[in-house]
């Protein structure tokens, strides 16, 4: 399989603190996105960052990448209760169809 | 919201009886998307369609089958259900490089 792999696989912190999720992936890749999923729901994009950019920025997130390692970064700043949910990050890998491989999730519980 | 619907969104069925999952667009999109979610794995897909009657498998396709009839409608098939397929079931459809996601079937086997 080419999954995503995220890191950590929970994240616990207290609301004001920034929440750092890490993924990373095998191949060479057109864009790399971040979904969140709120319990019991489909998941929701967050942003896309392409290849050829290294930094991405929308509201309270930051993405970067890092093609040479073959990773991303999603960082959540002033994090809020409203914040916990499972975060994905979903790789493009030149595949026709616009296919997705999404990795295994981190858990983020941001306690008020 | 790109007004995907999935029906049923409950499901419980008996090992080797067929179950049909319905995943309803309102917006013509092109490609459309079934996937599986089950604790450790993530979102894998099973087949996807790239229009109607023109569909594809994913990663995970044995034991699924889909049909594309008309443009809204991506139907997924549970020939002879089994306790493995025991999952929750997402629809999507993709709108540029993004995919939006329907609410999700949570079905169990027994």
């Known amino acids: 399989s080419q999954q995503g792999e995220e890191d950590p696989q929970a994240l616990s912190i207290q609301e004001g603190e920034n929440a750092t999720m890490n993924c990373s992936y095998k191949?060479?890749?057109?864009?790399l996105q971040w979904y969140r999923q709120n319990s019991g729901r489909g998941l929701v994009h967050l942003i896309l960052?392409?290849?050829?950019?290294r930094e991405k920025h929308s509201g309270r997130l930051r993405v970067t990448l890092d093609t040479s390692k073959k990773s991303s970064s999603l960082l959540i700043t002033a994090s809020r209760a409203a914040d916990t949910a499972s975060y994905f990050c979903?790789?493009?890998?030149?595949?026709?169809?616009?296919?997705?491989?999404f990795g295994g999730g981190t858990r983020l519980m941001v306690k008020p | 919201d790109a007004g995907i619907t999935q029906s049923p969104r409950h499901k419980v069925t008996e090992t080797g009886t067929p179950v049909t999952l319905r995943c309803h667009q309102t917006?013509?999109?092109?490609?459309m998307y079934w996937y599986r979610q089950d604790p450790g794995h993530g979102l894998r897909l099973i087949h996807y369609?790239?229009?109607?009657?023109?569909?594809d498998k994913g990663e995970v396709s044995d034991g699924y089958s889909v049909s594309r009839s008309k443009t809204e409608d991506f139907l997924l098939t549970l020939e002879s259900a089994t306790s493995s397929q025991t999952s929750v079931y997402f629809c999507?459809?993709?709108?540029?490089?993004?995919?939006?996601f329907g609410p999700g079937t949570r079905l169990t086997v027994l």
């Open positions: 960052i392409r290849s050829n950019e």
């Open positions: 191949t060479s890749i057109n864009n």
């Open positions: 369609s790239y229009g109607v009657k023109d569909t």
């Open positions: 917006e013509n999109h092109r490609y």
């Open positions: 979903a790789t493009d890998y030149n595949n026709a169809g616009n296919m997705l491989t």
């Open positions: 999507a459809i993709s709108r540029g490089d993004t995919q939006y």
